[in-house]
């Protein structure tokens, strides 16, 4: 699994850098996404969860924006009305495509598949729904639909990219927050930014997902967040769930020839 994705794509692996401090919780993206990949509805009840009637990524939910309330001031802004000081984190989740993504490792019909962009696609008439990409998935992006039971999540508009355009979220966001791209500038991109906004006073921002050392070698869906992953749901220290299996196969090797030695060795000292 270990091999330079950007290095094999030639420059060109493309993604997204979402920067939250300048989300509004408008959920354009959300409703661009169902419109161009024509998405299921997912339900339009309030869950009683704050103003987040979707809760999370799902087969018929590609982008989700969170939104997250904490009693404390936002960098250097003014206080709250009164003792009401708070602030609202918002940020629009999606799958994150990673450089070693274990969907594409468990996945027994060749449905997921890696594009010419650096992108994970599902293809849906190949899925058998077996859901074995489900479970593998370290930041659980992928859901199985209720009808077809078939696997879904983002392809970053696959559709719009070969056509040389971007993927239909970046485009509707107001405010710039999901940004697309070169993967490359995106970094370079992000750290900058992230300067901006501790310089602002922000010193608890940070990037995820932007190191190619980490546990999934990188993603190509990173994002500038304002406070610790886990307060948006993100896992902290994210691994590809099938880093283990090559040295698991090379043990099950190991047993099994150790087996055969050993009904050789008997079948021997029977015969004499």
Request: net charge negative; hydrophobic share 35%.
């Amino acid at each position: 699994m270990a091999f330079d994705l950007d290095e094999r794509l030639d420059g060109r692996r493309v993604g997204f850098f979402t920067d939250t401090s300048v989300c509004i919780g408008c959920k354009a993206c959300e409703v661009a996404c169902k419109e161009w990949n024509a998405v299921p509805e997912d339900g339009l009840v309030f869950t009683g969860m704050s103003y987040d009637n979707t809760v999370g990524l799902s087969a018929d939910t590609w982008r989700h924006v969170a939104f997250i309330e904490q009693r404390k001031p936002l960098g250097h802004q003014e206080p709250g009305v009164g003792e009401m000081d708070f602030r609202w984190l918002m940020a629009s989740d999606v799958c994150k495509h990673c450089t070693h993504a274990a969907c594409l490792d468990v996945c027994p019909t060749g449905s997921l598949f890696r594009t010419e962009f650096g992108t994970v696609v599902v293809q849906q008439d190949i899925c058998n729904g077996c859901g074995y990409c489900v479970p593998a998935c370290p930041f659980g992006v992928i859901g199985k639909r209720e009808t077809g039971g078939t696997a879904a999540k983002c392809t970053m508009c696959y559709d719009r990219l070969e056509a040389g355009e971007e993927p239909a979220c970046a485009k509707t966001c107001p405010t710039d927050s999901i940004q697309f791209g070169d993967l490359d500038e995106l970094r370079e991109r992000a750290e900058r930014r992230l300067a901006q906004v501790r310089e602002a006073g922000v010193g608890s921002a940070r990037l995820y997902g932007h190191d190619p050392d980490d546990g999934v070698g990188g993603t190509a869906a990173f994002f500038l967040l304002l406070d610790e992953p886990e307060v948006y749901g993100l896992p902290p220290d994210p691994v590809v769930t099938t880093r283990d299996l090559p040295s698991m196969w090379r043990h099950v090797g190991v047993a099994a020839l150790c087996l055969l030695a050993g009904m050789a060795a008997t079948a021997i000292r029977r015969r004499r």
